[in-house]
């Protein structure tokens, strides 16, 4: 079984400043990682995902993650975040498998930008 | 643009209904999801499919059901509805060859059973 964990229920940040959005992780076999993002009564879009190889990707909207395999870490960060970024923003874990893997997901975080 | 499209942007229905989530896919996607989103919760799979009349339990499947006849179309049926199914229900798909191509939601269905 995998699980995800975001610990960070709500993340408030002022505009132009930095931020980090935690994610820890567990499994039994070799994962992919994502971060989708949740706009306002929107459904869900992909940000960025790790599949293999480096182990710094970068999504859009300037946002980038660090997989940490010996930390079981997959954080988002983003050096200067905007209005715009306000959303909320999930982790998700699969397992490889195939045809039959699916996606499990943290519990969200919601990040609120302010001036 | 390929697209996943919910048929209700929001549902209001009674207590005791029976209740249907339509989910179209444009894309040839093999496998087609149901998650339901709750506040604090994320979002938590109900039932998946891998193929036309293929069916797969989730996390949560007690109180739904699922029906895919044709391979672009997966419906949620709540067969008696009740309080605590009141939530948003999401719709996704992807290509059967692996997560690793991502998946398309669709924009949702706040459900309210009153």
């Known amino acids: 079984a995998q699980s995800v964990t975001q610990l960070d229920s709500q993340v408030p940040v002022f505009e132009e400043a930095p931020v980090e959005l935690r994610c820890n992780y567990s499994?039994?076999?070799?994962?992919?990682l994502f971060w989708y993002v949740q706009y306002p009564n929107q459904g869900l879009q992909l940000l960025l995902k790790y599949l293999s190889g480096s182990t710094l990707v970068k999504g859009i909207n300037g946002f980038e993650a660090e997989f940490n395999k010996s930390q079981t870490s997959f954080h988002l960060r983003k050096p200067s975040v905007h209005i715009s970024d306000t959303a909320e923003y999930f982790c998700?874990?699969?397992?490889?498998?195939?045809?039959?893997?699916?996606?499990?997901f943290g519990t969200g975080t919601r990040l609120q930008v302010t001036l | 643009d390929v697209k996943v499209t919910q048929s209700s942007r929001y549902l209001v229905k009674r207590t005791g209904e029976k209740v249907f989530l339509e989910c179209v896919q444009d894309?040839?996607?093999?496998?087609m999801f149901w998650y339901r989103q709750d506040p604090g919760l994320g979002l938590r799979l109900i039932y998946f499919s891998y193929d036309v009349k293929m069916k797969e339990k989730g996390d949560i499947p007690e109180g739904y059901s699922v029906s895919r006849e044709k391979k672009e179309r997966f419906s949620l049926i709540l067969e008696s509805a009740s309080t605590n199914q009141t939530s948003m229900y999401l719709c996704a798909s992807r290509t059967g060859t692996g997560t690793h191509k991502g998946y398309t939601f669709g924009s949702g269905t706040r459900l309210t059973v009153v």
């Open positions: 894309m040839d996607h093999e496998n």
């Open positions: 499994s039994s076999v070799s994962v992919y």
């Open positions: 998700a874990v699969s397992d490889n498998t195939g045809t039959a893997s699916k996606l499990t």
